[in-house]
């Protein structure tokens, strides 16, 4: 088991920015596919991008030059750095953990198996 509680979401205007964090505990999720999606009521939920075990990063298109994830084992935490926010990434953003995905399989096209309520982000035009 794992608990998984996002936090740093909030409003702001097209062109700012937000970090996004992510408190860990449970079954030592550092050692896994970890990553983000966001899901916007009445639609698919859309990966964010993944970071796996090891470090290798995987971000969703949308998401390349504007996102950074991190991550800091010792204290179990996982970020989400977003800059330059546009209107059509409000979303609701969850933190996510996957214990069987890694390597190739470690990206944000693939489901998670767990993740967190979600801490949502509004961007205003």
């Known amino acids: 088991q794992v608990q998984l509680v996002e936090s740093g979401g909030g409003s702001v205007q097209a062109g700012g920015s937000l970090r996004l964090s992510c408190a860990a505990s449970g079954n030592t999720p550092s050692l896994y596919c970890m990553g983000w999606f966001r899901k916007v009521a009445g639609k698919v939920g859309e990966g964010v991008a993944a970071?796996?075990?090891?470090?290798?990063?995987r971000y969703a298109d949308f998401a390349k030059g504007r996102f950074t994830i991190s991550k800091d084992d010792a204290a179990n935490t996982l970020h989400l750095q977003m800059n330059d926010l546009k209107p059509e990434d409000s979303a609701m953003y969850h933190c996510?953990?996957?214990?069987?995905?890694?390597?190739?399989?470690?990206?944000?096209?693939?489901?998670?198996?767990?993740w967190g309520q979600g801490t949502p982000v509004t961007v205003s035009s």
């Open positions: 996510a953990v996957d214990f069987f995905h890694h390597g190739p399989s470690c990206h944000p096209s693939q489901p998670f198996g767990s």
């Open positions: 970071i796996d075990s090891d470090g290798t990063i």
